[in-house]
């Protein structure tokens, strides 16, 4: 193949040392809840007009990924998901920490980053020309059904009380809707402030209603915040390595649902890794056992956040059309570079693309070392750290990070509000998770309903618009299908015992005359 | 716990009561929107009503039946109240005071007073000092990356 | 109104020869300015201030930090700027219509006269783009269709009250036809929803007509002549319909900076405006270069915002 060529033109010292340092950089960010992949993307843009464009971009590539793994850190150690695509890790990861399975979840994740990172930067690399299509396959309808597939695992995550975790979603959803809306700009329950006009954050929403509990109830009493395991020790290399094999479907099926997400432009990382662990969880033996510290359920969504970085590449570098916000802010790096984005990129530019997909390889597969030291750095640190400066310490990142999202005092403001109401709902029996659910799929699930619903009236079809595309009908069955599985399942289970024991009695009363 | 004719899960029937009377309130924000914009709150309202009342009447229900009320779940109910209400006064208090002291000192003081909320053992004299050292380094560390390292605009005060 | 550009032009050019000293007298900037986006990454904001970027820096040795403020198409940012430090190391950008037409919609936390614009240096104008294998070769084509299928004929744009729902208006009332627009959240969603086939048409961007390339075909574009990366394209005047116009994009600061300082920053992308790579770069990537300094602004804005009246009542957004 020729395009391994640039294999050696990406193997540069340069190159390594950019990669080496973007990974480490980025984990850090990422870890960080409120410092997004977005924004560590955004700060280095200028640094890399000083660079060749292949090395700029595996610059800004290798801290992108690093970003999005770095997201789990917080999410299993802390219960805060350090970026909006490591949501479903804190579902698994934060019960497997606290029980003092910390290590072992942080290397699972750690591993399977780097195998749906690498599943993703493959696809991009082999297939990005036709896969780019998908994109343009995915219209208002369809993105309203995928917002519909994954509130439906709210069915899923509120075990014990279903109305409870509905009317969670409700909450979630209206508060999606707070702000000036998109179709119509109607001015929408602000409340008469300003300051809620562009909406309420998502990551200030998630640090809020994640974070704040946590520390609420850590100050309370005198227990530490995590368990610390006693036998085993160290990364729990082997075993993970054990789980993941045993989860090898799991894997391969959350990194290919991963890219295939991460393509769509009106989706990203947080979408994958909801719909991968839905999925992951409705063909899991171990269903009942998910969320309570499943390894499964980490591996489900990390493997599928990492795998959004390669699929998201695939329409920007193809159409130009940037699939998740930092691809849109490494597309304008493009074009100050001078390099032209869209069909001919991979023919006339070929040199540059791929020496940054190996690029983006690599870095990737760095991860894995920096990943395992950094991770059981961190780890070793929430453990060792006295709860007396633990808590500040997390305190202060809370009011860090939702300052960051865009340098506003506003934002610090809702995010210890839903924090504070988030704590009295959970008291309440009302979990966080459905109505950051509700507000991370409210405006995908609205813009595509109102947009569905305008374009159906033109052509004077609604009802055609929402049930007569096939992607639609498909996304629309799997959102049914994890509803009522339970129920299906069940119900073939019993008639199949009921068959096998007409057959028995069959078999008796012939053998018998 | 509950015997016959005491409302079950009374803290979660509360909130119920309190959703539906938001979700009425709600509705009668969408009178001047448009169609198109009032449509998703109205039906997410509605639900939200339909599902507290749907809870409501099913903890009334299982409360005259002297149904068991559901234990509160463990972590929350354990431990001090009035620390959970500190910690959350003090955060209060931290982010009233960013614009004004600036986002150093007011962090700085944020810090140590949640500290304080998280503190339960008696503390010797050097792990006190210690305790100061690594806020200030901490504190003191993000602000420079903030501030030097990543740009980010920080809210200056009376004193920096 | 191109007369007018021009002796824009011509004052700019003369501004950046007095301008140099100046720049140099006052020392402003003495430290990197934070330049804040009231959009999302990836839109025609950003990549005009991300080709502006490297430009400032060469010219005055210090950064511009490109920040993102985005929501409520621009107004989360609008409503706060005059809040921020008034030293000329945070400004913003503006765009046009937006500023006007927003606040004359409902309250939005600013009012146009409110925002102090110190410099427009680029418009985008309006274009309508309809997918390669669109059965619509001509404007002439698409008009035929829209007069026999009133409101069957979707236009996809970014978001409402913004230039493409403008121009959508106008085209609707120039041509006296209706049709559909269908509002997404942003110029790329918009596209993407026009290359899907999802929508018949966009409104959209002579700048997002050239990143398509050959997957889209562009019907017409509503500049003075036609754009030099786009010499095939029609103009709206020549097709018969009376419409110029566009997005534009300018600087502005908190109304609680000195005269000096607002005078200096004018001068500065005036500067930035003369660079002939950023020329280059910016007229490849589709954007028209116009020079609007501080002290012209005045004019300007009471120019556009006739214009803009008797659309906006058009809308259902204005009384008179």
Redesign the interface.
């Known amino acids: 193949m020729d395009k391994f060529v640039y294999l050696f033109e990406a193997l540069t010292l340069v190159n390594l040392t950019l990669a080496f340092v973007g990974v480490l950089l980025g984990i850090m960010i990422g870890a960080l809840p409120g410092l997004s992949a977005t924004m560590a993307v955004a700060v280095l843009v200028p640094f890399t007009f000083a660079m060749d464009p292949a090395s700029g971009l595996i610059a800004l590539g290798a801290i992108y990924t690093g970003a999005i793994y770095g997201g789990s850190y917080s999410a299993i150690l802390v219960n805060t998901p350090g970026t909006p695509s490591a949501i479903a890790t804190t579902f698994d990861g934060f019960p497997m920490a606290k029980r003092g399975d910390g290590a072992l979840a942080i290397t699972l994740a750690t591993l399977a980053s780097v195998i749906g990172g690498l599943v993703g930067v493959l696809m991009l690399m082999f297939l990005a020309p036709p896969l780019a299509g998908v994109a343009l396959a995915f219209g208002p309808p369809e993105y309203f059904w995928l917002a519909v597939f994954g509130l439906t695992l709210i069915s899923a995550l509120s075990v014990g009380n279903l109305i409870k975790g509905l009317m969670g979603a409700c909450l979630g959803l209206l508060l999606s809707m707070v702000g000036v809306a998109v179709v119509g700009a109607d001015v929408r329950f602000t409340m008469g402030s300003q300051t809620l006009l562009g909406g309420i954050n998502i990551v200030a929403g998630l640090i809020g209603l994640y974070c704040i509990p946590v520390l609420i109830d850590l100050v309370a009493t005198r227990d530490p915040h995590l368990r610390v395991e006693t036998e085993a020790k160290g990364y729990r290399l082997r075993e993970a390595w054990g789980i993941l094999w045993a989860e090898k479907f799991n894997t391969v099926r959350s990194s290919l649902i991963g890219t295939v997400v991460g393509i769509l432009p009106g989706a990203g990382g947080s979408v994958a890794s909801l719909v991968s662990y839905s999925e992951a969880r409705r063909t899991s033996k171990r269903r009942a056992h998910y969320g309570t510290g499943e390894p499964g359920g980490i591996i489900a969504t990390e493997s599928a956040n990492n795998a959004t970085v390669g699929g998201g590449f695939i329409p920007t570098l193809v159409l130009g059309i940037p699939g998740t916000p930092p691809d849109a802010i490494i597309l304008g790096a493009l074009l100050v570079q001078g390099i032209r984005t869209g069909p001919t990129l991979f023919t006339e530019q070929a040199p540059i693309v791929y020496t940054f997909i190996f690029g983006l390889l690599i870095g990737t597969i760095l991860m894995l070392p920096i990943g395992l030291i950094v991770g059981r750095y961190a780890y070793r640190s929430i453990i060792a750290i006295p709860k007396a400066a633990l808590v500040p310490t997390i305190a202060f990142m809370t009011v860090i990070g939702s300052f960051a999202i865009h340098n506003n005092i506003h934002d610090v403001a809702v995010m210890l509000g839903l924090g504070g109401i988030g704590w009295l709902l959970n008291r309440a029996g009302f979990a966080p998770s459905p109505i950051v659910l509700g507000l991370v799929l409210g405006q995908i699930a609205e813009q595509g309903f109102v947009q569905s619903y305008l374009i159906g009236n033109a052509q004077g079809n609604i009802w055609a618009m929402f049930f007569g595309r096939p992607i639609s009908l498909a996304i629309a069955g799997f959102a049914a299908l994890t509803l009522f599985y339970p129920l299906v399942a069940g119900a073939i289970g019993a008639r199949r015992a009921r068959r096998s024991q007409a057959d028995l009695t069959a078999e008796a009363r012939d053998g018998g005359s | 716990m509950a015997g016959p004719r005491h409302l079950h899960?009374p803290?979660?029937t509360?909130?119920?009561a309190l959703?539906v009377a938001f979700?009425a309130v709600?509705i009668g924000?969408?009178g001047e929107?448009?169609p198109?914009?009032?449509?998703?709150?109205i039906t997410?309202?509605t639900?939200?009503m339909v599902?507290?009342a749907?809870?409501i009447g099913?903890n009334v229900v299982i409360g005259l039946r002297g149904g068991r009320g559901?234990a509160?779940?463990e972590?929350?109910a354990?431990?001090?109240?009035v620390?959970?209400i500190?910690?959350?006064g003090v955060?209060?208090l931290?982010?009233a005071l960013?614009?004004i002291l600036g986002?150093f000192t007011a962090?700085v003081l944020?810090?140590?007073a949640?500290?304080a909320?998280?503190?339960?053992?008696r503390?010797g004299a050097r792990e006190a000092i210690l305790?100061v050292l690594?806020?200030l380094v901490?504190?003191g560390g993000?602000y420079w990356v903030?501030r030097e390292v990543?740009?980010?605009?920080?809210?200056a005060g009376s004193l920096f | 109104m191109r007369s007018m550009f021009a002796t824009a032009g011509a004052l700019a050019l003369a501004g950046v020869f007095a301008a140099g000293a100046a720049v140099a007298q006052d020392d402003y900037p003495s430290k990197p300015v934070n330049y804040i986006i009231p959009f999302a990454a990836g839109g025609e904001s950003d990549v005009a201030a991300r080709l502006q970027q490297p430009v400032f820096e060469q010219l005055t040795g210090q950064q511009l930090v490109v920040q993102y403020l985005e929501g409520a198409g621009g107004a989360q940012a609008w409503s706060q700027l005059n809040g921020m430090t008034g030293d000329g190391y945070t400004v913003m950008g503006t765009n046009l219509p937006h500023i006007i037409l927003q606040p004359m919609a409902q309250d939005v936390g600013y009012e146009t006269d409110g925002l102090t614009n110190v410099y427009f240096f680029q418009y985008t104008p309006d274009a309508i783009v309809v997918p390669a294998d669109s059965q619509f070769q001509t404007l002439e084509d698409l008009v035929t269709f829209a007069e026999a299928n009133p409101g069957m004929v979707t236009f996809s744009g970014s978001g409402t009250y913004s230039a493409n729902e403008v121009a959508k208006t106008k085209f609707d009332d120039l041509a006296g036809v209706t049709t559909t627009y269908i509002p997404f959240g942003g110029t790329t969603p918009a596209i993407t929803a026009v290359l899907g086939d999802q929508v018949m048409a966009g409104f959209s961007y002579t700048t997002a007509a050239i990143t398509q390339g050959d997957a889209l075909r562009v019907l017409a574009v509503a500049s003075e002549e036609r754009v030099p990366s786009l010499p095939d394209v029609p103009t709206f005047r020549e097709l018969g319909y009376d419409m110029t116009g566009g997005a534009y994009r300018g600087v502005g600061v908190p109304e609680s900076t000195p005269e000096e300082i607002r005078q200096s920053l004018s001068d500065v992308l005036g500067e930035v405006n003369q660079d002939p790579d950023y020329v280059q770069k910016m007229e490849d990537g589709g954007f028209v270069l116009i020079n609007v300094p501080y002290d012209e602004m005045d004019a300007f804005m009471e120019e556009r915002r006739a214009q803009y009246q008797d659309v906006a009542t058009k809308m259902g957004i204005a009384s008179n």
Request: hydrophobic share 55%.
């Open positions: 899960d803290v979660g509360t909130v119920a959703l979700g709600l924000q969408t929107m448009t198109l914009g009032s449509v998703f709150p997410v309202s639900a939200m599902l507290g749907l809870l099913r559901e509160e779940p972590e929350t354990r431990g001090s109240k620390r959970r500190a910690f959350f955060m209060m931290w982010v960013l614009p986002f962090s944020g810090f140590f949640v500290m909320t998280a503190l339960h053992e503390v305790l690594a806020g901490i504190v993000f903030m990543l740009l980010i605009p920080l809210p």
